[in-house]
Each structure stands twice: as C-alpha cells, then as structure tokens.
DNA sequence: AAAGCTATTATGTCTAGACATAAGGATAAT
DNA sequence: ATTATCCTTATGTCTAGACATAATAGCTTT
C-alpha cells in the first residue's frame, strides 16, 4: 500500500483523519515509524515529525520503546492572544484615548511583595491608568512596577503612551502568570468605568518577569459587559 | 567560533539569550542557517530546527530569501487548559459530586439555531447540571446538544456522569469558541450557587464543533470568587 | 516471589547532501 | 517611468543512513 507524493502535511492529515474516523480509536497504537514510512513511500524522518506535530497538539503520546499512542483524554488546550489594549480597541474599529490618571512612586506594600518577591525596601512605581473606546470607558489599569527591574521608568513620560507598550518594548520577552475573575464595583471603578456600584465586572491580574525578576504586577478591570474572546 | 556539543536544543536556548540580552536585538537580521552551522559546528537541519521552533514560539519571523528576523512586536499568546469539571476540582483535593437537575428534548430555540447554526427544526438535547466541590457549589452548568451530530445521547444515562465528560469520549478532537465574562447572578444562579441575587460571577460559553457541524453549546457559572489561572 | 541483568525495540536526534520554493534585486523591454 | 524577465539567495523540505536513549520484556539469580 505504498503511496506516491507525500509531505509531512499530507502524513500528519492523514494520520489525524483515521483519528477522527475512529480507524485508530483513542488509546490505540498506531504502526511504528518504519511502518508508516514503507506505507507513504517517504523516510521516517518525515513521518517522524508528521507525528512529533501531532504529539506537540497532544494528539498522540510517544514514548521510547511503547510506540505512539491516540491519546484518550487530550489535554484541551486553548490559545488567547495577550492583546495589547490599543490593539483590541482598535480591532472594534473604535477610537483608542488613553489618560494617566496617577503616578507615585512608593515602598512596595506587604501584600505586592509577597505576590511578586521582591525585597523588603524595593521601590516600585505605581500607577493608574484609563483607556477608552471612542470616549466610553473600556478598561481601568492599575499597576505597580518593581524600579529595580527598568530603572528607566522613572524618567519615561507615560502620559501619552500607556506603562504596558512601554514595557513591552523594553522587556519584549518576558513570562506571566495571569488570573482571571469576576468582582463587583466598588467605588473607585464605578466612577471611572461609569457603572453603578456592585455592577459585575470582568478583572484580569498579571505578574511578569523577565529572567527571573519580577517586573511589574497589573489588574486591569473591564468596562462591564466585557467579554474575552478565544478559539481552539 | 567553531563549537562542539550542539544539540538544536542548545542552539535555540543560545539564540534566545542571545536574543534576551539585545546581542541581536529587536527588528534586526539573525545570520543565515549556513553561518550559524557553521559557528556551532553542525548540520544546517539542526540549526533549521532550533530556528523553526522560534518561529513557532513567535520570537522570530522567517521568510524565504530575507532571512530570520527578531520579531520586534512578539504576539503573546497565553495557554490555558481547558479543564474538566471533575478534575480541576480533584486537583483543588476537594471530594467532587454531580448532580443532573433537569434534562429535556426541544425544538432549538432561534437564538441558539442562530448561535451555532443548525437548521430551523433540529432537536437539541437541553441539560442542566450542577458540579460541586466538597458539597459546596462549585459550577451550573446549561447545556444544549444537537442531537442531530451525536444521536447516542439520547440513550446515555447522564444522571451519573456529567455530558461533558460523555461527549469529550465521544467527540475527542473538536474546534471550539469561548468566551469568559462577568456576569450578575440572577434567580435561579443565586439559588443554585448559594449566593445573593446580583452577586458577581464568572461565566464561560464554549460552542463545540467537530468536523463542521455543531455539536453542543454550554454555558458554565462558577461560584462567587472564582479564578481562572493561566501561564506563559 | 523478588530483585537484578540484558537484549530488544521504537522513538529522538543528527549528518551530508539534494532539490523545491518564495521573494528580493538587477536587468531588459516596453 | 513602468512592467516583465531572469538570476540569486535563504529558507523549506526530503532522503538514507547512523548512533543515542528510554523503556519494556525476558531471563537469570537470589
């Protein structure tokens, strides 16, 4: 059953079809790599990395020895894109306006030090920001920035730029750990997201370091009735 | 500038220091595949690996004939794992209890035919579920199932097993859309999770398809406090 | 029955070389 | 000046063969 023209697409949609068609039902062994390769008339480095894909989509498990595996409870896993808020306000095709609201530079609280790890003594600008949506309030920033981090800060101008395209420009790589809830307007929100208070609001919080160090800790809450988009 | 012992792992991890520490920084020109086997002493195919998963990650852009760029506005993208009921409560080490509060066969109202796209007198499967944590009310679950894609549901008893559960076994690798935001607790929300009417709570809507057609819509309310965690 | 050793096996990675392909640049024709 | 054509270049993919490695299965010893 030798086929002609195969590329490591075609092979890896091919495999993922017979999945789906149950030919190779979830738990089961698929053939091994030689195999594939005398079915699809290629080497096995192209079957290989047909399968190493579908392994990194966690379609399949490999292990050494055990062969390749349908996997029986994929781990579902979705992606959203970490937006900058420019950036979705103007994918709605609405006008981005973005104001500073405060600025103060502080000794980090107990409570941001336990979230983030910093030093007892560490220095860390905070800051309050609003963005709006052609002049309707989409999200309220509130942020801290550990100084040590990027020294630069203090003496960057984030009156008309936003703190986050800042930093991304200065920390482009960077990890985070981020939570999602929902909470109810206190006062401060609903006066600036123009609410009443208790309304339900949708609120991101996000830690970010960059090579160990923790940079910045934000909590952003949404203008109600804010949803976040995602696929799979 | 020969070097010895380059696995494509190395390379990458060298390449993305290199690119942490601004040695090649945002926007400019990485040297070709050639040059850098030539640098670390290996095959061109392994340098083409190291680099392909950087274009994956989306540290850098490639193209043919221009070369591999440092990707100056590196599109984050967050992770998060879609998990099941029963196991993001199993890992909370809280005992978890389901309970099936109401199962009906209608006709599919035209919000929800105009929501998933089924045709005007398809059969949904419409569900009510509760999900507990250590008896205390974790998620309500509202769920409608086309009938039409998954036929066996019919005959399944779900007074046991939560649907999704059942449908993830049946429709293992589907598309799916989500949205997550913050919504007010109405009657029967504020009965079923134990908390005052207009309290705020998380909610997330998952439409499901598995090759083209839709299989179910759901709609999930988590308790009040609760937080989505993700990483990256 | 339990523990330790060994051979086998399927995947993981690498190499050197080849051809394919997209896209930029230069040149020639309009 | 504009358009068409060809050449060059860097990445994209593939091949055949090799060695590395993890994990299983079978065998041996205790």
Redesign the pocket.
Known sequence: MTQKK?????IRDTVMARIQSRHWPPGSL?P???ELAEEF??????V??A??EL?DQGVVD???????RVNAAPVKQAVFEIAVVRQSVEEMNAAYRYSLVKRTVITAPAWLRARIGVKDEAQVLHLNCMHYADNRPFQFEERWINIAAVPDVIDVDLSETGPNEWLLSQVPFSNAELTSTAIAAGETLSEFLDVPQGAPLFQMERTTWFQGTPVTFVRMTFHQGYQMRTRY
Chains 1, 2 share one sequence.
């Open positions: 195969s590329s490591f697409q075609d698929l091994t790599e030689v008339g290629c080497a096995r480095a192209t290989n990395r399968l190493r392994a490999r292990k050494r020895k055990s062969g390749t």
